[in-house]
Structures are given as structure tokens and as C-alpha cells.
């Protein structure tokens, strides 16, 4: 079998370095989608745990408050701060 011209290694070459090109594209996608979904996860996960924290606060100003009431009722000093 006579060797490939050199028209037709180019071509083969420049299909390689175009396929090549076109992978590189698709990871570049794929990583840009996978970066975007953790920021997504990321973002929900802080608003998560915000609500946790406000929750919380929530219940700390609750317990004072009960604490308050019972000493007022049992007529005691109010217990110190748990914080």
C-alpha cells in the first residue's frame, strides 16, 4: 500500500485536532455546569443554615422569656444566661 499523501495525513491531523477541540469544549461545558450546580447546593445550604440559626435565636429569646415568667411567678432571682 503506497504511504498517504500529504493532503490526505493533513486532513486526518486536522480531523484529530478539531475532535480534540471539540472534547475539550464539552468538558469545559460539563465542569462549568457541574461548578454552577455546586454553587447552587452551596447557596441552599446557607440559606439553610440561616434558618437553623434564626431558629435558634428564636428559642434562646423563648427560654428567657419562660425563665423570666417562672421567677416572676416564684417570685426567685431569674436563672443566669445559657448563652
Do not use: C, Y
Not at 11 to 35: H, K, M, T
Not at 42 to 50: V, Y
Not at 71 to 81: N, R
Amino acid at each position: 500500500m503506497p504511504p498517504p499523501k500529504k493532503g490526505t495525513k493533513a486532513a486526518i491531523v486536522d480531523a484529530r485536532v478539531q475532535e480534540l477541540e471539540n472534547e475539550l469544549v464539552a468538558e469545559r461545558e460539563e465542569s462549568a455546569a457541574a461548578r454552577a450546580q455546586v454553587l447552587v447546593e452551596l447557596e441552599e445550604e446557607r440559606a439553610a443554615r440561616k434558618k437553623v440559626e434564626e431558629g435558634q435565636e428564636m428559642l434562646k429569646k423563648q427560654i428567657g422569656e419562660m425563665q423570666g415568667f417562672f421567677s416572676s411567678i416564684l417570685g426567685t432571682q431569674p436563672a443566669p444566661s445559657q448563652e
